[in-house]
T-cell receptor, first 110, second 113 residues
Framework: QKEVEQDPGPLSVPEGAIVSLNCTYS??????FMWYRQYSRKGPELLMY????GNKEDGRFTAQVDKSSKYISLFIRDSQPSDSATYLC??????????FGPGTRLSVLP | DAGVIQSPRHEVTEMGQEVTLRCKPI?????LFWYRQTMMRGLELLIY????????DSGMPEDRFSAKMPNASFSTLKIQPSEPRDSAVYFC???????????FGQGTRLTVV
């Protein structure tokens, strides 16, 4: 079992749809949870960051962390074609190593 | 700030040749990370430095891989000799102590033929 698993992939939705991206993990020591967005042929860039459990909202994006279930989610409301990218969840404990999920490729169709 | 700068952006080399990838982190960032990204394995941490000192190189796949950070503004990842299975996109990232976000460079796409 991989340390971080990401589901689903790949995903294609119409413009305006609500998108749900999810990751599960096995290491209960993880405390910091992040979502990175990676456009084609670019480096990942941080989209959302959450410490421990709870929800965080930023515009059309909402990140949720459920440490009891070892499950994190990213919701995108009113999805736009510009949201088309690969979304990577990432997490770390109090150390320095970020562990990344394999990524979900999202296509938002106009 | 120009962000994390990597060079070259693309490298095509023959099997057995030495390859050197370069990275300039963001000024003031004291952590530097080297990652490798492939379709099969995703984004994997190879090694990271703190204040120019290698802290964890457990992700370096083989002795053919080596990394150095001679000063706070420059790091190299060297593969000698290179093999076709080393073909991947290699990313450098940097971060400042006390912050969570790691900033990534544009990556170097390496193809070994």
């Amino acid at each position: 079992q991989k340390e971080v698993e990401q589901d689903p992939g790949p995903l294609s939705v119409p413009e305006g749809a609500i998108v749900s991206l999810n990751c599960t993990y096995s290491n209960s020591a993880f405390q910091y949870f992040m979502w990175y967005r990676q456009y084609s042929r670019k480096g990942p860039e941080l989209l959302m960051y959450t410490y421990s459990s709870g929800n965080k909202e930023d515009g059309r994006f909402t990140a949720q962390v459920d440490k009891s279930s070892k499950y994190i989610s990213l919701f995108i409301r009113d999805s736009q074609p510009s949201d088309s990218a690969t979304y990577l969840c990432a997490m770390r404990d109090y150390g320095q190593n970020f562990v990344f999920g394999p990524g979900t490729r999202l296509s938002v169709l106009p | 700030d120009a962000g994390v700068i990597q060079s070259p952006r693309h490298e095509v080399t023959e099997m057995g040749q030495e390859v050197t990838l370069r990275c300039k982190p963001i000024s003031g960032h004291d952590y530097l990370f080297w990652y490798r990204q492939t379709m099969m394995r995703g984004l994997e941490l190879l090694i990271y430095f703190n204040n120019n000192v290698p802290i964890d190189d457990s992700g370096m796949p083989e002795d053919r891989f080596s990394a150095k950070m001679p000063n706070a503004s420059f790091s190299t990842l060297k593969i000698q000799p290179s093999e076709p299975r080393d073909s991947a996109v290699y990313f450098c990232a940097s971060r400042r102590t006390g912050t969570t976000e790691a900033f990534f460079g544009q990556g170097t796409r390496l193809t070994v033929v």
